[in-house]
């Protein structure tokens, strides 16, 4: 079903993220009125709120699918009845992978590594950064200087 209240939706005034917003806007701005004017407001107001709640259709409950939570279970079983039962896999085998995974990790991380640092890292300038950070040139010069001391003999 349509909205039956988008043909008559106006773009030149404002609106609220959500009804209950809206109603307390209008809510708000009818209680400004007096006397008269303030029962006619409340009246059209709630006549449309009215007429809403009675169009507008409630969405049908949704049934839960349980097709889908007994097959969820069923895996849950088989794979605590798997990690209960003894292992499928040979304790040689797994230790077989590993042994290969190690040897791989260590004949391909540090070319990896450089490979990774080449194309992220820009080594000269980290390292003219670090030498501004921690080392003072200046201040180690003049410690000399200061230090020194010059003797001419004749």
Excluded: C
Aim: proline content about 5%; hydrophobic content about 45%; overall charge negative.
């Amino acid at each position: 079903m349509t909205n039956p209240f988008k043909p008559h939706a106006l773009d030149m005034f404002a609106k609220r993220d959500t009804v209950d917003q809206a109603l307390a806007y209008a809510s708000d701005l009818i209680n400004t009125f007096e006397g008269g004017n303030k029962a006619a407001a409340w009246t059209a107001l709630m006549v449309v709120v009215n007429t809403a709640a009675a169009v507008w259709p409630e969405a049908p409950a949704q049934e839960p699918d349980l097709s889908a939570l007994g097959a969820l279970r069923s895996r849950i079983a088989a794979l605590e009845e798997w990690r209960d039962g003894p292992s499928p896999i040979p304790t040689h085998f797994i230790q077989v992978v590993d042994e290969r995974v190690q040897s791989w990790a260590d004949d391909n991380f540090n070319s990896l590594a450089d490979d990774w640092l080449r194309n992220h890292a820009d080594m000269d300038q980290e390292i003219e950064t670090w030498v501004e950070n921690n080392l003072d040139v200046e201040d180690a010069v003049q410690d000399v200087l200061r230090n020194a001391s010059l003797r001419i003999n004749f």
